[in-house]
């Protein structure tokens, strides 16, 4: 299925301390090691897919760091370096000083076979962008993707190459990916810049690109495909519903907007009048949600698949995985086959989102839940929860609550504002059940104020309506006006209802 092409491992141990090679190298699972953990004042620790091992009961001190720093590349921007040739990674953690106290030495693997599942999809010629969570092997696949299109396809092929992952660190390229070209990023802030300058100097077919992670690298990705080059990369975000909610990269999709409908229109749908709708064409046509090493979970089509998670119906999906024999199995699923889902990683309908909410009026949240009958779960733990709703001026800043939210990969939902439109629209999107119950709620009292204005026509004096939203208030009222009667809403929310009646001449 999957063969370990190099690993370059000895490399990775030459740069350790001698106290914490040896014990490493005494490991029966030492060629299934993933990485190596060395924090000032804390033993050091070598992790592999299955356990965590202390290597040397002596705590790591100044002099263990320093050894390491000692043998590799400089570190960049984002606190990476390499191996010189190789394709491991040690990421730094400093003290405000900028001091280095802490090192996590990963150690990294060319394997031939995995994108065996999506071969077909990369050498279509559309643009497939990876999800998944971090460790899953996004840049792995990115890695043979560029090898693959370059050497089997014959094609024109860069890669942007920004912490240098994808082929090693150095000036020359790893032979992972093959006869691909790579062009490095002096930091990480101009990644989008490289992007574009990979376009118009040197004339790709295919550009590859790992973690597309702000709004200029998705304006950039956006520009590429408008040109007509291929482009294969990875966002962050496990999902493509999780995407969708990232203000910052919905425009990878298609972004987002909102649209308000017409009386006629919205009682057509069956919908409220304002609804989120797909802005534009998906920069990427297929998303690739990386869901094991040897399973994934396919849209497609990007567009349709974001049309029907904003109508709060599940897309179509197909799931591929490599079997015992390494042969790709496929699985259909169909919508109609399939429970609304929605929220953090796949929850069903019947288990509603834990909402943590941030910067958001929590009082008129739980009042538009009430008039949309939805029993909404607010947690007050980021930890508990499975959406993290917070606000626009809030998210622009970044707190550490956003931050946190971000590291373990919650679907954000940012409000533009803390206005009623702004609420439902977040309610309708997150709550899988509210469409169709919504629907149906909204076809009763619509009917009910038919069913009055006919009974006051045969000669009833007045009749009140059932206590409803002010959204539905107004369609009342509205049915009442062109069959011309007279109504006017009387009580308090939430018992506030429409009364109809026949003026007095």
Sequence with gaps: ???????????????????????????????????????????????????????????????????????????????????????????????????????????????????????????????VLLLGRPGV?????????????ADDMQKRVIIVDTSNEIAGDGDIPHPAIGHARRMQVATPTLQHAVMIEAVENHMPEVIVIDEIGTELE???????????????????????????????LADLVGGIQSVTL????????????????????????????????DKVAIHPDVGEAVDALLRGTPPSTEVRWLDEQGEVRIEKTEADKKKPVRGKRGAKADKPPRLY??????????????????????????HDASVFVTSKNYYRRKPQQVRDAESANLPIYVLRSNTPPQIRQLLST?????????????????????????QVKEGQEAIELSPQSSYIRRLQHL???????????????????????????
């Design 357 to 382: 909410l941030f910067g958001v009026n929590r009082a008129r949240l739980v009042q538009m839940a009430k008039e949309m009958h939805l029993d909404l779960d607010i947690v007050d733990s980021l």
């Design 262 to 293: 017409g009386d006629e229109e919205a009682r057509r749908r069956g919908t409220q009048k304002s609804i989120l709708e797909r802005r534009s064409p998906p920069t990427f046509d297929i998303v690739v949600e990386l869901q094991d090493w």
């Design 1 to 127: 299925m999957q063969k370990v092409i190099t690993d370059d491992m000895e490399a990775l141990l030459d740069i350790l301390p001698p106290r914490i090679k040896q014990p490493l190298c005494r490991q029966k699972a030492i060629s299934e090691l993933l990485e190596v953990v060395l924090d000032l004042g804390r033993p050091s620790e070598a992790r592999f897919p299955k356990q965590e091992v202390l290597l040397n009961g002596k705590e790591v001190d100044e002099t263990d760091i320093d050894y390491v720093v000692s043998r590799i590349g400089s570190f960049g921007d984002d606190n990476r370096a390499g191996i010189e040739r190789t394709l491991h990674r040690i990421s730094a953690i400093r003290n405000r000083r900028g001091r280095i106290v802490g090192l996590t030495c990963r150690l990294g693997r060319a394997i031939f076979g995995t994108i065996k599942v999506i071969e077909d999809l990369v050498q279509s010629g559309k643009s």
């Design 479 to 505: 049915i009442a006006q062109r069959s011309d009667l007279a109504s006017h809403s009387l009580g308090k929310d939430p018992d506030r209802r429409v009364r109809i009646y026949k003026e007095q001449a």
């Design 137 to 149: 092997g996004k840049t792995t696949m990115l890695r043979e993707v560029a090898r693959v299109l």
């Design 430 to 454: 997150i709550y899988p059940q509210a469409g169709a119950e919504k629907s149906n709620h909204f076809q009763i009292a619509l009917g009910e104020a038919e069913e009055a204005v006919s």
């Design 218 to 248: 998705a304006q950039a990705a956006r520009t590429i495909a408008e040109r007509g080059v291929q482009l294969v990369g990875t966002a962050h975000g496990n999902t493509l519903d999780n995407l969708m909610m990232n203000p910052t």
